[in-house]
């Protein structure tokens, strides 16, 4: 039963002990679960009936009992339009890129239950494939390549593909077929963020997950052209909620642009919706900016619509997030509707009352002059947020994820970078070999949880084993910060970084990193003031790489294009010359310069 009292018990779940979660169908991923451009009902319309794509996942747990499935839905939902399907059958195929337990790559081929390689699916229904013997390892990364035909048109999203991590929408009469292949689908069109993606990424599991019932600041919009919230974590979440609840579970996004608490309250609108939000376990309703600012609707007539969804969401935990402030543009800082706002406010005030709160408009509303917003560079358009805004709102939230959620707890899906290098090259793509070294034929796991580092090995046949480059970096009278991961591989060799001139003076700065302490040491000195040593750091991830980090500083006289190393090395001297034992190897997430 349901107390009412909007503290979000229900079946008396906060008598369960932690760890009681019953294994069931839940998601593996977050996904983003739902095509919401309508078009006339149409989708992409009928000369765009075959779809191919690449999305890209995290596995948020281990899926060992074979029940690792996929589902493609033949349906869209659409603010005012409800939900709504394209006809006839679809018929879908795909396979999964994957990484096991042990770090190796693998590309299965989904199949129907029946062992059929394509799935259909009638109007409204979802597609569904299955794969037995997938079972990525924990906080690793996954890539789906899924092919489809819809005979009257296939679906589509805005502003919602996470091009960062790979995802990509190919659309037309036809598409190559990328199935069973470790090749990615192109965009057709890629400055607009177009997605489509499965409704279900999952299996029987029982870490919790989370479901949001939001609008586009939780969906992705398009402001003026451009993408509004760019997916920007290794997670690939987009808004508030999603960048708050990504780093600890898993979940089902079906949030639509313009979405609101009205029509999520009308059950013939939401049949689809509903059923997804109940394979989720803690439901967040980010709805009543559309009903409050931009329609007439009353803060008690918002809490309505939200708890008539709510009782159809049974056996769950709910939250409520606050709704943050409208202003009339990114330029000009006032209330964009002032007749309307106060009805906003007066939802927040009442939300805030409540246990199970997440108060996502706090950090980002003045809280000098309500309904305006603290920083309008954090705005697109003065209604959606951009990255930094929905950052800013999911940190300000002062929402303690794990205390809030009982069982919820991080996973690990990598280190994401920050951006702003001046040169990244981590995979060390293009990368030259020393007479004695060769490279894996295929990359290793590396500390952003993809098969991104590279592997050398050492050989007898020549005394230099390394890998290296002629980078292309502008280094007069400026100061750089280097850095490079490294871990052994096969057997216990240390190593050394090697950066220095390109030209008839060369000359390198050198240090040496034992890589079973860390410790990091000046094997050269400075080379005169052309380039003067600063600092040098290292630290350990949980992956056992150590990231190493170098400052050098360079007077105007130091030539553009200097040469950077990596060494193998047979001590923690940093000796590199020496007979190779054609096994022992050296792991590289390769370098970072700012």
């Not at 294994?23 to 593996?28: A, D, F, G, I, T």
């Not at 659409?78 to 059958?89: F, H, L, P």
């Amino acid at each position: 039963m349901d107390f009412g009292l909007g503290f979000g018990f229900s079946n008396l779940s906060f008598l369960k002990p932690a760890g009681a979660a019953l294994e069931r169908l839940r998601p593996l991923s977050y996904v983003k679960a739902l095509a919401n451009e309508y078009n006339g009902g149409q989708g992409l319309g009928s000369a765009n009936p075959a779809v191919g794509g690449t999305v890209h996942g995290v596995a948020y747990e281990d899926i060992a009992d074979g029940s690792f499935q996929v589902w493609f839905p033949h349906y869209g939902a659409s603010a005012g339009y409800g939900e709504w399907s394209t006809g006839g059958t679809a018929a879908i195929e795909a396979s999964i890129k994957w990484i096991d337990a042990t770090g190796v790559q693998r590309i299965t081929v989904l199949q129907t239950k029946a062992g059929a390689n394509v799935a259909s699916a009638a109007a409204f229904e979802d597609a569904k494939l299955y794969g037995p013997t997938v079972r990525p390892k924990v906080g690793s990364h996954f890539w789906i390549n899924f092919k489809g035909n819809f005979p009257n048109g296939g679906y589509y999203s805005h502003a919602r593909a996470d091009y960062a991590n790979g995802e990509a929408l190919q659309y037309g009469a036809s598409v190559p077929n990328q199935i069973g292949t470790g090749n990615s689908y192109s965009n057709t069109w890629a400055g607009g963020g177009d997605f489509y993606g499965p409704s279900f990424i999952g299996g029987k599991l029982t870490r919790p997950t989370f479901g949001v019932s939001g609008d586009s600041n939780h969906s992705g919009v398009l402001v003026s052209g451009a993408v509004c919230d760019v997916p920007d974590t290794l997670q690939g979440g987009i808004g508030s909620v999603a960048r708050l609840l990504t780093p600890y579970m898993a979940g089902i996004d079906v949030s639509v642009p313009g979405g609101t608490a009205f029509e999520m309250s009308d059950s013939t609108k939401t049949v689809r919706r509903d059923r997804l939000l109940n394979m989720t376990d803690n439901i967040f309703y980010a709805l009543g900016t559309n009903d409050m600012i931009f329609n007439n609707y009353t803060a008690v007539q918002v809490d309505g619509y939200v708890e008539a969804a709510k009782s159809r969401h049974t056996n769950k935990s709910y939250f409520y997030p606050t709704i943050p402030a409208v202003v009339t543009s990114n330029v000009a800082n006032t209330v964009y509707n002032a007749t309307r706002d106060p009805q906003r406010r007066t939802r927040n005030t009442d939300l805030r009352t409540r246990p199970n709160v997440v108060d996502i408009a706090v950090g980002t509303e003045s809280p000098v002059t309500p309904g305006t917003v603290i920083s309008l560079s954090h705005s697109a358009d003065g209604t959606h947020w951009n990255a930094t805004g929905n950052k800013t709102a999911a940190n300000g939230a002062n929402f303690n994820v794990p205390s809030k959620i009982t069982g919820a707890s991080a996973v690990n899906a990598g280190v994401a970078l920050a951006s702003g290098a001046i040169y990244q090259n981590k995979s060390l793509t293009g990368w030259s070999l020393g007479a004695g070294t060769a490279r894996t034929a295929q990359d290793v796991y590396s500390p952003e949880h993809k098969l991104t580092a590279a592997e050398i090995r050492e050989l007898s046949t020549d005394p230099n084993h390394n890998i290296f480059i002629t980078s292309s970096l502008t280094l007069a009278s400026t100061t750089k910060e280097y850095s490079v991961s490294i871990a052994r591989g096969t057997g216990t060799r240390n190593a050394v970084i090697e950066i220095g001139k390109n030209g008839g003076n060369y000359a390198a700065l050198k240090y040496s990193i034992n890589l079973a302490t860390g410790a990091v040491a000046r094997t050269t000195g400075d080379d005169g003031t052309a380039q003067v040593h600063q600092s040098m750091t290292s630290t350990q991830d949980a992956d056992g790489f150590w990231r190493v980090v170098i400052r050098i500083a360079y007077d105007a006289t130091m030539p553009a294009n200097p040469f950077l190393f990596v060494r193998m090395a047979n001590d923690t001297a940093g000796t590199t010359n020496y007979t190779g034992d054609n096994t022992s190897t050296l792991k590289v997430w390769g370098y970072d310069v700012r």
